[in-house]
């Protein structure tokens, strides 16, 4: 019999472990301490796997089927929905890492030690200022030259002619530096 929202609220943890199955190898994994966790067992290259969907009630009833249908699908065309969500987990680790602000923290934490405490703060200041917040969460290799405009145009805009021309040569150096590393 399929889950309920009502029943799903309605459990209390036991002095064992429990599993409730909704269908199509989704069920809801009630540990002792109380938490409700979603979980779905399947078989791939005739192994047995398990895949994680997260908790209830942040992961919803529906929320949980949708994630089944999905890996359903992905078991249909033959990927492996564990494989895929870990490959899409380092996908996103690798792009936060390889992000413009992380690499303009690393150089700015590098090449900016042989320079004076107050340059050095300027720098920063101008990273935190005009660079992050336009750019910094951004993919180094995915910026583009409008990405980089974006930053500096509205500083030639106001008449920062100077501030637009450092925080220009700040980003072109954070550049060279992605390279060489």
Do not use: C
């Not at 590098?110 to 320079?115: D, K, P, S």
């Amino acid at each position: 019999m399929p889950l309920t929202d009502t029943h799903i609220r309605s459990l209390k943890p036991d002095s064992k472990p429990r599993k409730y199955f909704d269908g199509g190898g989704l069920f809801l994994y009630v540990p002792t301490s109380g938490s409700k966790l979603w979980r779905m067992a399947y078989r791939f290259d005739g192994k047995s796997k398990l895949l994680s969907f997260g908790e209830y009630p942040t992961v919803s009833l529906r929320d949980a089927r949708e994630r089944r249908e999905d890996a359903r699908r992905l078991l249909v065309k033959g990927v492996d929905p564990s494989e895929q969500k870990r490959e899409a987990k380092q996908a996103r680790i690798t792009a936060e890492r390889e992000s413009f602000q992380n690499i303009a923290r690393e150089w700015h934490e590098t090449r900016m030690a042989e320079f004076s405490e107050k340059h050095q703060g300027t720098v920063m200041y101008r990273l935190e200022t005009y660079i992050f917040p336009a750019i910094g969460k951004t993919h180094i290799a995915k910026l583009e030259t409008r990405d980089i405009m974006d930053v500096v145009k509205p500083l030639e805009q106001r008449g920062n002619h100077e501030t637009s021309r450092r925080v220009l040569q700040i980003i072109s150096q954070v550049f060279r530096y992605a390279v060489i590393t």
